[in-house]
């Protein structure tokens, strides 16, 4: 399993903007697809955005309404969701997720930051 370590989530207004990112603990970095995922409380969790090998290939749930952009560097095996126009639905704890090549499910996870977006 990947080590999986978020940080940059805080307490903002509704309208500004954070940025997320996923620290990864391994050498092959570039051969996972990553994801973003949320749960917000008393709700399931739910898939924000996901980055496959490619910079290019991303997909964003539809919440996300072109507000939020994931990418990534390879060179310091990190993940980042840029996350702007926030609103108080999103609200909830974000978690990153790796899924090793040949795999067809996430199996790491991080433990999670919380955004908290006030009205």
């Known amino acids: 399993q990947v080590r999986l370590v978020e940080s940059g989530g805080g307490l903002v207004q509704t309208g500004d903007s954070l940025r997320l990112s996923c620290q990864a603990s391994v050498l092959t970095f570039a051969s996972y697809v990553m994801a973003w995922f949320r749960q917000a409380p008393g709700k399931e969790r739910e898939f924000v955005a996901g980055i496959g090998r490619s910079h290019t290939a991303t997909k964003y749930a539809d919440f996300v309404e072109g507000r939020f952009t994931i990418s990534k560097d390879v060179r310091k095996n990190t993940m980042y969701l840029q996350m702007t126009s926030l609103k108080p639905e999103d609200t909830a704890v974000y978690s990153c997720?790796?899924?090793?090549?040949?795999?067809?499910?996430?199996?790491?996870w991080g433990q999670g930051t919380q955004v908290t977006v006030s009205s």
């Open positions: 997720a790796a899924q090793a090549p040949g795999q067809s499910t996430f199996t790491s």
